[in-house]
C-alpha cells in the first residue's frame, strides 16, 4: 500500500562531470522503493557507487537525473547517516559528540546529555561518556556514531558501510547489537554492506548492484522471522541463501 511507502527513488542517475572527459557515469536508472520501518541491506561489487545512492537519499548530493518521491508528501525527518568512519568531533567528550542533533536542535544541554548517556548505557559505554574521542578503540566510536544517529529517532538511517573498518569479532558483536536495536526503533534503515551473512541477519530485504555504472539486478526478500538469534547462521536454509546471494554478486564482478 503506499501509506507503507516512506520514500521512492525514480530513474536515478548520477554523473560526475570533469572538465577533461565527458564525466563518470556512476549511477544508471537506480529504482528503490523504502518502507516504513522495515531495514533494507544495499549489497554489491566494491567502486559500483552504493555511497553515492547513500549520499542522494540522505539529500547530501543532487542526482543528474531521476527524483526522489515521498508518497505522505514530505521528505523524511529526521534522516541520520551513520559513515564508515565515526566522523566524531574530537574537541567534544564522547557524551556531547551523542547529545550534538539534540543540541543543534535546541534541545537544553541537561536534557540531551541525559539522553545521550541513556544511549551510551545501551551500547554499554556508560564509563566513557566523559572520554575524549581518540582515548576510544575504533569498535567504540563507531558504537558512539551510531547512538548519535539513533537519539535522533529518525524517520529514515541510512548506514554507509558502517562496520567495515572494523576487526571480524567487533564487527560481528555490533551485527548483534543492532539486531537488538532493530526491536525497539521505528526508523527505516538502509545499510551498505559487503558481507552477506550480515545482510541476510539483519535485513527484511536485500538490494543487490550490478557493477559501475552502477544499476539493481535483484532484489530478495528475507524470509527468516524476527526476532532473530546469531544461531541462524549455522541453519542449513541460511547457509543456502547466502550461496544464492554470493552467485549473484560474483556473476557481476567477474562479468559473466
Known amino acids: 500500500m503506499e501509506n507503507d511507502i516512506l520514500l521512492e527513488a525514480k530513474h536515478i542517475q548520477m554523473t560526475f562531470f570533469d572538465t577533461k572527459d565527458d ?13 516504513k520501518k522495515e531495514f533494507v541491506c544495499l549489497i554489491g561489487p566494491s ?71 541513556n544511549w551510551l548505557q545501551l551500547f554499554g559505554l556508560g564509563d566513557f561518556a566523559n572520554e575524549w574521542p581518540n582515548n576510544l578503540s ?27 573498518a572494523l ?35 539483519l535485513s527484511d530485504r536485500i538490494l543487490i548492484y550490478s557493477g559501475r555504472p552502477a544499476r539493481i539486478i535483484d532484489e530478495m526478500k528475507i524470509p527468516f522471522p524476527r526476532p532473530r538469534q546469531p544461531e541462524l547462521r549455522d541453519t542449513i536454509e541460511f547457509m543456502s541463501m547466502a550461496k544464492v546471494v554470493r552467485k549473484k554478486i560474483f556473476s557481476q564482478e567477474s562479468g559473466q
Do not use: C
Open 167 to 201: 576487526d571480524a569479532m567487533t564487527r560481528e558483536q555490533i551485527s548483534l547489537e543492532l539486531m537488538a536495536f532493530r526491536e525497539q526503533i521505528d526508523a527505516t534503515v538502509l545499510m551498505v554492506t559487503h558481507s552477506i551473512s550480515e545482510a541476510l541477519l
Open 47 to 117: 567502486g559500483s557507487g552504493k555511497s553515492t545512492l547513500v549520499r542522494i537519499l540522505g539529500g547530501l548530493l543532487e542526482p543528474t537525473g531521476g527524483e526522489l518521491v515521498y508518497p505522505d508528501g514530505k521528505e523524511p525527518d529526521p534522516r541520520a547517516i551513520v559513515f564508515q568512519n565515526s566522523n566524531l568531533l574530537p574537541w567534544l567528550p564522547t557524551v556531547d559528540n551523542v547529545a550534538l542533533p539534540l543540541l543543534v536542535h535546541g534541545v537544553p544541554k541537561k536534557e540531551a546529555r541525559r539522553e545521550a548517556e
Open 138 to 164: 575504533g569498535g567504540m566510536a563507531q558504537r558512539v556514531a551510531i547512538a548519535r544517529a539513533l537519539i535522533q529517532k529518525p524517520q529514515l538511517l541510512l548506514m554507509d558501510e558502517p562496520l567495515g
Open 23 to 35: 564525466g563518470l557515469h556512476v549511477l544508471d536508472d537506480i529504482s528503490l522503493t523504502l518502507k
